[in-house]
């Protein structure tokens, strides 16, 4: 176990020196985070299909749990339980534009993570990085449970439990618990927790703050010990269901799931769903007793539970919906936990955006109505009135909104425009617009994957470290 | 698939040409052995421990369930269900002796296996041959079901179900079914079914034939179908307890398991055994209601079923025991097929050598004196009494002796001082011996591995085959 144990040292440091600037320490969080024993124990995944072009090398990283498809390298890593996801990699020749000007890529891309921690943290693959299209690399970079890292290139930064960095560049930051952060080109920024930020510069610059005394019962994070909350508790009772779906080889695609949909072998699915076309469940997604109508999807890490999504829903990463009724199209954005109860279910009209990180918890029925924009902490209509406003009424702002928390600054015509564009890709690339020959999409992509697991060193010096690695198609 | 399927043609004409003296055509064979529709679903495997030197490369091999440990390598190599197992490979710099001449190996051994298939066969690393003792190659061979390639450079060869080659340099020969060659250095040799051969050239040539009538019923090979008989059924009905153990993950270990035995993680353990200390159980191994006393070994692909063994038993690969008592230190060689019934049991004495490939077939109950040597087909005790002897008897051997279906020339003694070191050797080295802190072997160090499955590409052109994969220390 000695090798492993200085690694865990040795990136730690490096995290340290990169945020020396901001007197930030992550030591103490560094020797919590990974439980060193179990690492043993962990076994790592990476996915093989002939839609994804495969170049993968793994030198002495110790990985558990990764689900590596695209190409991807990794190096000196600890990547315990994260999902590292390259199926939107672009090849060689593509060509993006921004700000006007047409680039074409010199080499595929690729994922590269060296010397970090990523702890039950997503690395997904849509590029938006002008400046290292090819190469995503995460270096130098520890991150605590259930963070997302979207697309990003970061280099030496620190993300709390259930933050999110989103289409941004991020260098020598500190992002605390839950905080959301899409803001482009981002250096040397500590971010409190519960800060939800939204940029595009010369367009608009969303700013909403959590109120940290209601945030705490849901994550609170210290450094030296494990966090705490509601999110940490609706993870853990439900943390038996998925023993089964990773212990087994061979699992029974579960009956009566059409063939244009999209289950993930390692997503758990319980009784009593209803799966319709062109659907897509990712990885480690839970599903309960639920309907999901024609083209919606159910990203990595969510949950959805005792509810209703009529069709094209979007459920992004790490989102929870228990007990709500959800209308067609509805949005919801990253880490949201939506919370009704039985006997007060949680309404969404069709068209409605829920920012990511909005936490919706009541304990009265609550509607919110079709094509509106939700943000921030909701516990019941007070909450809703102040943190809600149509669509409509949201892209007419040209100038400044200040209310409750936010602070909203430039066009909301451009916010609601971006966020729509972006809904439309995601459905797209998703599948849900399939109509029998056009728009394919994950959900008809991924339906055939070959999971391989790999093991680390069971004894000795290398105990919990895993042999160099290299796959190539 | 198309990759696939070049790949067996490819593989099929080059093993035709080594074989083109014999005139032997494998195209019938080959194209029956391998069923590409499977090749998909099945999973290879690979072992990773501190113990073993680690050196997997594997460059479009498609392969199955094979078993890799300690350095390897494959090509373009088709190994269906396979074990290749190098645990006994020797590193850089230790030194052997052959003919009273001490050689340095000059780099660590590894095992190569190019352009071929092999079908549910093991390959296994005890190195023998001095003019390659770094590299074991397997080239341009065809072997099927159940076929033993025991520490055997060879290449250009087939060898047909059943068949063993110990100890063997073999080059463009053609092995009849269930024959058994430990012959040293041979070449553009074509057995026919059912010999047992042992040579040490200069010391002893032993020769039997199994009588052809009396073989078919136990093993029938038809170019262009699958092997019929006995053994094939024996294995057929027992297919599905083989299925449990590979389609789950992680198995719990048996109780009353003593610290320093070894039960591997793909072996089937029925109820009710009682495993002693020091005993090693290999992958595949088949256990049902049966005793295996202290520093028993039940090998790879073995059955052992409502038996009992005292203790220092070697039961070789393939073996299957079911219905008899077995007194210390019985050895019974590769692919014997020793069956009693509940009514009439077999029994066997302390010190008895059952040679490979002996067929021990009874109705009535049968006993075996202890220290003899037994051969051949055995249904009653007239076969008994023709094909066996004390062992101090047939050490007085010097010069010819036929009895039966059997030639032997030369030294008795050798022959019998030859096995004798022989079943010594597998005791120390499976660990037998250890008494806690010396004599240290595979039971005691092969109990902690880190099993790694691999699969194929799930579709495409590529269906059935791998992508390259590199696995070093």
Known sequence: MKALKSLLDRIAQRVNINLRELEFDVMPIAHHLVPLKQMTKFYAFYGI????????????????????????????????????RGDELQKKGATFTFNGHTLTLAEDEIIDVQDSYLVKTLVHSYSHDPESRERFFVTNTLSCHYANIHGSPTDGSFLGPFATVDLTTMY??????????????????????????????????????????????????????????????????????FERVFDVVNLQRPKGI???????????????????????????????????????????????????????????????IIDADLGNR?????????????????????????????????????????????????????????????LEDFARIDGRLYRGNLLFEGSGAAFVAAFQ????????????LFDGKRYKGHAQRNQNISVNTIQPYPEGRLKGMYPTILIQP
């Open 172 to 241: 020598d930051c500190a992002i605390g618990a839950y905080c959301y952060i899409q803001a482009g080109e981002i250096g040397h920024f500590h971010a409190d927790p519960g800060m939800v930020w939204a940029r595009s510069r010369g367009d608009f610059n969303f700013v909403y703050h959590h109120p940290l005394d209601r945030l705490k019962p849901y994550i609170d994070f210290v450094p030296g010990k494990a966090p705490t909350g509601v999110f940490m508790d609706f993870l853990e009772v439900r943390k038996k269901d």
């Open 421 to 432: 564009k972006r809904i439309e890709h995601i459905l797209l690339d998703n599948g849900a």
């Open 258 to 320: 059409p063939s244009n949909a999209s289950l993930d072998r390692y997503a758990v699915i319980k009784p009593k769903m209803h799966i319709a076309e062109n659907v897509l469940v990712a990885q480690r997604a839970y599903l309960e007793n639920s309907y999901l109508g024609k083209g919606a999807n159910a990203q990595e890490n969510c949950y959805i539970i005792n509810s209703r999504l009529e069709g094209d829903n979007v459920t992004a990463h790490g989102a929870k």
């Open 49 to 84: 299909t002939p839609n994804h072009s495969l170049s993968l090398e793994f030198r002495h990283s110790s990985l558990a749990g990764s689900y590596f498809l695209g190409r991807c390298r990794t190096n000196h890593s600890i990547l315990y339980k994260t999902d590292v």
């Open 330 to 390: 509805v949005f919801v954005g990253f880490n949201s936990f939506l919370r009704g109860c039985p006997h007060c279910r949680l309404t969404i009209g069709s068209g409605t955006i829920v920012m990511p990180h909005t936490i919706i918890d009541i304990d009265r029925p609550l509607t919110i109505p079709a094509n509106h924009f939700v943000w921030g902490m909701i516990a019941d209509e007070a909450d809703l009135a102040q943190n809600s406003m149509p």
